[in-house]
């Protein structure tokens, strides 16, 4: 069972950066699916961004260009670099994780980091 904790939401100007952080402990960190997820309010969530154990990259159109995924499984940590934001990328950011090996759904997650653009 692996625990999630985000980290590195904040205000910024629009075109501004951020680097998100998602520290996960509890479970073989490399054998797990991982992936950004956000939520505005009173917006469905949806996702942003995702890696694969072999660090294979999905994203969502709207941040193709500008979100990079990265993950280090030496430290156990997945990371959203965000550039050139824009004021709709505003919303609470999750990290989600589910074993590779089981197709699905996310079926673990952070608290959930904001992120404010404006």
């Known amino acids: 069972h692996v625990q999630l904790v985000e980290s590195g939401g904040g205000s910024v100007q629009g075109g501004g950066s951020l680097r998100l952080s998602c520290k996960a402990s509890g479970a073989t960190f490399w054998h797990y699916c991982m992936g950004w997820l956000r939520q505005a309010p009173e917006k469905k969530r949806e996702g942003v961004a995702a890696?694969?154990?072999?660090?294979?990259?999905t994203y969502a159109d709207s941040v193709k260009g500008r979100f990079s995924i990265s993950r280090d499984n030496t430290n156990n940590t997945l990371y959203l670099q965000m550039t050139n934001l824009k004021s709709e990328d505003t919303a609470m950011y999750y990290c989600a994780a589910r074993p590779c090996a089981l197709r699905g759904q996310y079926n673990h997650w952070g608290q959930g980091t904001q992120v404010t653009v404006s």
């Open positions: 890696i694969d154990s072999d660090r294979t990259t």
